[in-house]
């Protein structure tokens, strides 16, 4: 997951390959709630391990649910049965709709039947999230329910701690025009009290219908059967009662696979590739979301898949404009939004009144975002229409804490200006999807010389690693630890039995043998380990004898040739910092920040001689100041690559500085290199 403030995506060029989608997040949260209101135990495979899932598995243990983690993606729930071991609790719900309202209802039910009483509550933006019909239709059956904030919105007390009777003669009533969520809440919880028939009548046009699907085809893997008149009247018979299935397998995200299926179809295929599959999601979902799929090939796009696969490939391009009514695929609108950038003409997206209730108001965020990147948005209450950019600018995307939002703007990469883009705060995407642009990475290529590369150079012991290290943090960005290459030849030599002294290396044998060693390195970086052979070398590269071994052998030609393409292919998406002495000479020239550090070699010495204290290796600052001004001497002063500023590298002495306040520099020289406005 990316927890930086932004991330920059460079511009991509085609995209190939296969991924596997998280767990849906509507069928996750029901299923857990489901799992927990049942008699037995019930396992839940490839469950959605995101923060929504998460607010809900606390909110089941801390209502006395037992939860067994099996392993990342498997969760064990030991149903409650009809019991109620936890009479008052506190439950924080974050910003889950589908815990939120769920909960609601059910604990409304059984806070009134076992005279319990429970707060619910969640984020800011919880609390402006309607929930007053779901409460109006509850305390029709005579739940007591307090609004502890402002009326009509989260945060609520459910139960009032002493039983109540509950009115279950009359149909209940609940409004189908803002959530369909109410409606599922009720679904889910009236089981829980069905000692007779209990009716629901929905007031007004029922939206999103597709999730009441959902619910229902749930509802009875776990035992119950609602008789469905229409979409106006839904029966739950008396005497239903949850039963655990025992297993239940969690579909793959079908509104997470419309950023791969819009990817599908406006990236041109990356080659050797034949387009994007993805698994664990299928034409045979039980998910409204799929649906996207015939809006995509509305658009052009080229979809085939069976019951759990899908495969996309770009067919009509530019992509064909539309004018669809969405009420059937929310969430995955929000993508068509996107994809209408790519399409010759205005589409038109209608029937979308529920985006302003989301995350965030989703017709607002999006129309100020596509208008940045330059298309012309008209709103409207419960519309919005797209007419792409004539003239496509670098846009900051702000994500509204919406999830949705910076997925579905990652698509925007594809510009045929080729601008970068930045998505603001891409942690929010761990609502439904923590690793979406890791995913995205692993299918999509930029040309390597559109991802950017940070280049800091110079001598030994001037706080290049620590510096490249905390930038690239900030920025998101992979490190290359050149350095590192060289020691492990040393290393590498020393383990074949090859001397590496100055008098050895003159040998042109010994050089061409030390070069072959160098051009099959059999490195590996794992998890921050450096392997060599698969034998963990961390620690043995890190040594003072490494570094001289290494400042040697790389002032041979052979070597450093060899090194040349390993380098090089460290440049991946989203970008690299690269530290050395000659990455902005030799390995990156076209880099678009080089930076050139130094500090006084009595400064290098001491800091060297701390972090080495600090390893318990034992040092003599002396030694070390000898030792680096020989280094200096033979890093500058060799024929090949030798250690220079790049000409158009910025230097930074930082002697008298503070790591931090050398991060925040080359940061701020960063940012200087970026085409967004407002930098
Ligand atoms: O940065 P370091 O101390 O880990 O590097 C060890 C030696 O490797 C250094 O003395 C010179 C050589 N080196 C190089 O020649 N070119 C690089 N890009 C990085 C290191």
Redesign the pocket.
């Known amino acids: 997951m990316y927890a930086t403030p932004f991330l920059d995506l460079p511009p991509l060029h085609s995209a190939g390959g296969t991924v596997n989608l998280p767990g849906s997040k509507s069928i996750s949260n029901r299923v857990l709630l489901l799992a927990a209101l049942s008699d037995g135990d019930t396992t839940l495979h490839d469950l959605l391990d995101s923060d929504d899932t998460r607010v809900m598995l606390t909110a089941l243990e801390t209502l006395g649910c037992t939860v067994s983690r099996l392993d990342d993606q498997c969760v064990k729930v030991r149903g409650l049965g009809g019991t109620l071991p936890v009479r008052e609790a506190r439950l924080f719900l974050g910003n889950a709709g589908t815990a939120m309202r769920p909960l609601t209802a059910a604990l409304a039910l059984l806070a009134s039947t076992h005279g319990a009483t429970f707060e619910l509550s969640g984020i800011p933006r919880m609390h402006e999230r309607p929930i007053g019909d779901l409460v109006d239709a509850l305390r029709q059956l005579g739940c007591p329910i307090a609004y502890l904030g402002h009326e009509g919105y989260p945060p609520l007390r459910v139960g009032t701690g002493v039983p109540v009777p509950l009115h279950l003669q009359a149909p209940i009533r609940v409004r189908g025009d803002v959530s369909s969520q109410f409606l599922t809440a009720l679904l889910l919880a009236l089981p829980l009290v069905a000692t007779r028939d209990v009716a629901i009548e929905v007031v007004g046009e029922l939206i999103s219908k597709p999730y009441i699907d959902i619910t229902l085809s749930l509802l009875q893997r776990f035992g119950v059967n609602v008789q469905r008149e229409g979409w106006q009247r839904f029966t739950i018979p008396a005497g239903s009662r949850y039963r655990s299935p025992g297993d239940v397998h969690v579909e793959g995200d079908a509104s997470s696979a419309s950023y791969f299926i819009a990817l599908g179809a406006i990236a041109p295929a990356t080659a050797g590739h034949d387009g994007i599959t993805i698994q664990g999601v299928g034409l045979s979902s039980i998910q409204g979301d799929i649906r996207f799929v015939e809006a995509a090939r509305a658009m052009g796009a080229d979809v085939t898949g069976s019951a759990n696969q899908l495969h996309i490939r770009r067919g009509a391009w530019p992509l064909k404009a539309i004018d669809l009514d969405c009420n059937h695929i929310p969430d995955a609108a929000m993508t068509l939004a996107v994809m209408a950038l790519y399409a010759e003409g205005s589409s038109t997206l209608r029937n979308i009144a529920s985006w302003r209730v989301k995350e965030t108001d989703r017709i607002a965020a999006m129309a100020c975002e596509l208008r940045k990147l330059g298309a012309t948005v008209e709103e409207q209450e419960d519309a919005i229409r797209i007419t792409p950019p004539r003239t496509w600018r670098a846009a900051r995307i702000h994500t509204y804490d919406d999830h949705r939002v910076a997925m579905c703007f990652s698509l925007a990469a594809f510009n045929p200006a080729r601008l970068p883009l930045r998505i603001e705060d891409p942690k929010c995407v761990a609502k439904t999807f923590p690793d979406f642009f890791e995913t995205l990475f692993s299918v999509c290529e930029a040309r390597p010389s559109d991802i950017p590369v940070i280049c800091i150079d110079g001598p ?1 012991a001037s706080g ?1 690693g620590t510096l490249a290290t905390a930038v690239a943090a900030a920025l998101g960005y992979h490190v290359l ?4 290459l ?2 492990l030849v040393g290393l590498a030599a020393e383990r074949h039995g090859l001397p590496t002294d100055t008098d050895a290396i003159s040998r042109p044998d010994v050089a061409a043998q030390l070069g072959a060693l160098a051009a099959t390195l059999p490195v590996r970086f794992e998890a921050g380990r450096v392997l060599l052979a698969g034998e963990d070398v961390t620690d043995a590269v890190r040594t003072e004898s490494a ?1 001289m071994a ?2 040697r052998v ?1 002032a041979l030609p052979q070597v450093r040739r060899a090194l040349l393409d390993l380098q090089r292919r460290f440049r991946t998406l989203p970008g690299l910092v690269a530290d ?4 902005g000479t030799v390995i990156f020239p076209d880099a678009p920040l080089k930076v050139f550090l130094t500090a006084d070699a009595e400064q290098r010495a001491q800091r060297r001689h701390k972090q080495l204290i600090s390893k318990g290796i034992p040092a003599r600052i002396e030694d070390l100041l000898a030792d680096i001004k020989a ?1 200096d001497e033979r ?1 500058t002063s060799r024929q090949d ?1 030798p250690l220079k500023p790049a000409e158009d590298a910025y230097r930074l002495d930082n002697s008298a500085q503070t790591i931090e306040q050398s991060v925040q520099q080359v940061l701020a020289w960063w940012q200087a290199t970026r085409p967004f406005e407002g930098g």
């Open positions: 030994t290049k630890d050149s350095g590192v060289y020691r570094g290494a400042s790389s050395g002495r000659d990455m280094r890093d690559a």
